[in-house]
């Protein structure tokens, strides 16, 4: 599930949370982090759930139009479509997905008028429109609309953005990932299955735990050695002028320079100048790789690089 660059972000999180708080709890800031890791997982489950929902509406709304003391002719001929649809019905009747919202207390009984509310909005799209009017019927269509309305239109919400946001601030970082998690077990998923095949939470656990757990202690360990480096190498800036995201995006690729002898000394450089530009300021790609520069040929020359593999250095 997790890639490198996920779980750099994630250790750059922690950091940011760590050095702004004034108790500077490093356990705190270890839970936090593999905490964070089992959060995203559950968004994750909670956005495959949110299909099954949001069939439960249409049903719960057809139900309304029946009752009506006077229903019109199409409270009594809904068009049904979207409630019998086959691929959405795999999903409900999954034990291994009901199993896996129980324990992680995934429910959106919780939050009804938030779903319904969701449901509401994403009846009005275009694309459920041209859904619900289509002659055409099967398991392959409606998967392809699903899958299509979900990437399109319900990750997109705010009404479930605000919700994620509320549940937790770093989440909103982790939805690209979540939803690309819930997109590929929906491609994946046939007529034929006996149940859906949900995503570990770690692709291979020994490598992906040791590369986070290395990283974390390794910027820690190696924080005042750092700090030394990258003033020497900054010598017009002032440390403490420094940003903050600056300064700890240098301490991490410092620390992963020296520590991972099979991750190629330009891939570790880009990585953190990419995290840069996504959460620093403008101009902290262009200081961060003039910095890391200057420090990663110091650290070859007095042999604290150490790369195994041919053109790792480089």
Known sequence: MFNRRHL???????????????????????????????????????????????????????????????????????NTKFVTNSFIRLLANSKVLNSKCEELSVNWNQEKDLSKNIFKELIQTED?????ESSERGFAHDK?????????????????????EEKSVLWTDDLDLSAGMAIKTIKTISEDDADLALLPLWRDPEDEKNFLNNLFKKTLSLGEE???????????WDFDRIALLDQILMKMAIAEAQTFKDIPLKVTLNEYIELSKYYSTPKSAGFINGVLDQIFDKLKEDGKIKKTGKGLLE
């Open 144 to 164: 392809e609309f699903i899958l299509r309305f979900f990437k399109r239109h319900m990750i997109n919400v705010e009404l479930l953005h605000d919700f994620f």
């Open 226 to 236: 750092s700090e030394k480096l990258i003033a020497e190498a900054a010598k017009n």
């Open 8 to 78: 750099r972000i994630k250790v750059l999180h922690c950091f940011y949370a760590y050095f702004q708080d004034d108790d500077k709890d490093l356990n705190h800031a270890d839970k936090q982090l593999k905490a964070s890791l089992y959060k995203m997982y559950e968004m994750y489950i909670w956005l495959l759930s949110l299909v099954v929902e949001m069939q439960d509406h249409a049903i719960d709304k057809i139900e309304a139009g029946r009752n009506k003391k006077l229903p019109s002719p199409e409270d009594l001929h809904p």
């Open 128 to 132: 459920y429109k041209e859904y619900m």
